[in-house]
């Protein structure tokens, strides 16, 4: 059962910041110039024009604009799955995963082609394909289950010779036992903060403009192992830090400085 895992927010630096905070802007360009920046880390394309829009027309608040860019598939291509995709590889194959490896897995998953727990079925289908036949069912059940094979292993067997390695991998990542042990959104030999630790401090300096205590990234990783990497941005965007430090109009960022719009002029 999911439970809440609040922010741990220092109330102090937040009051402070909340009093020195600069004065709003009424041009919408200046706005979205600053998002980009926060967020992607970059100058804004002409691909921008439309949030300039909705924020200019009353349309959109900032935080929803905020929200839209940090689930976008570039924001989740370049920051945040990248971590993930190396961790899922490491946990279950024992080895570091070449640059395609982990190109390929981001890619299917920032675009929700895929869930991690089929990158991780296709990463251990991968390597027991490179095995001789009697030993690929015995590698899949080590990798994905961390055991032996058991009584079943005959008709995985046959569900390999009949099929694939790669449907076999399917079937054991889709099965009761793997949900029990590991779940859609975790990893074989599953550490939470291993898997999720680097996505979490790029939404913390992206998000919260600074970088996360020890509880509140232990926390979000384990947030993201119950619900998913992409729950965590209105997980984020929903709280009651960001809420009061940044409100529905102020761009996140560090310190007191965050440009704040406050309508057309």
């Known amino acids: 059962m999911w439970r809440a895992i609040p922010l741990v927010i220092a109330w102090t630096l937040i009051v402070s910041s909340v009093l020195a905070q600069s004065p709003c802007t009424s041009d919408a360009n200046e706005v979205v110039a600053a998002i980009y920046g926060q967020i992607l880390e970059r100058q ?12 200019a027309s009353g349309r959109g608040t900032v935080r929803r604009n905020v929200a839209e860019i940090a ?7 370049r ?24 190109e390929a897995a981001v890619q299917a998953l920032s675009s929700g082609r895929a869930q991690l ?8 289908a991968d390597e027991a394909m490179s095995a001789t036949p009697p030993i690929r069912v015995l590698l899949l059940y080590t990798r994905l289950l961390n055991r032996e094979p058991d009584d079943a292993a005959p008709r995985y067997e046959q569900v390999a010779e009949r099929m694939s390695i790669s449907r076999l991998a399917q079937l054991i990542v889709q099965s009761p036992e793997y949900a029990e042990r590991v779940g859609p959104h975790g990893v074989p030999k ?6 999720y630790g680097a996505p979490v401090r790029v939404l913390y300096r992206h998000l919260l403009g600074r970088e996360p205590e020890e509880n509140g990234l232990r926390g979000a990783a384990e ?8 729950a965590l941005i209105p997980y984020f965007l929903s709280s009651e830090e960001y809420m009061i430090r940044f409100g529905e109009n102020r761009v996140p960022g560090p310190g007191a ?5 406050c309508g057309p002029g």
Do not use: K
């Open 257 to 261: 400085g965050s440009v704040a719009y």
């Open 71 to 77: 689930l976008s598939r570039e924001h989740q291509e």
């Open 44 to 55: 804004p394309d002409r691909g921008s024009r439309i949030f300039m829009y909705d924020i």
């Open 117 to 124: 727990s089929d990158v991780v079925a296709s990463f251990a």
């Open 223 to 230: 947030f993201a192992a119950q619900r998913g990497l992409r």
């Open 190 to 195: 599953f550490n939470p903060v291993v898997t």
């Open 79 to 102: 920051f945040l799955w990248p971590g993930v995709a190396e961790a899922a590889f490491r946990a279950t194959r024992n080895a570091r995963p070449d640059n395609g490896q982990v």
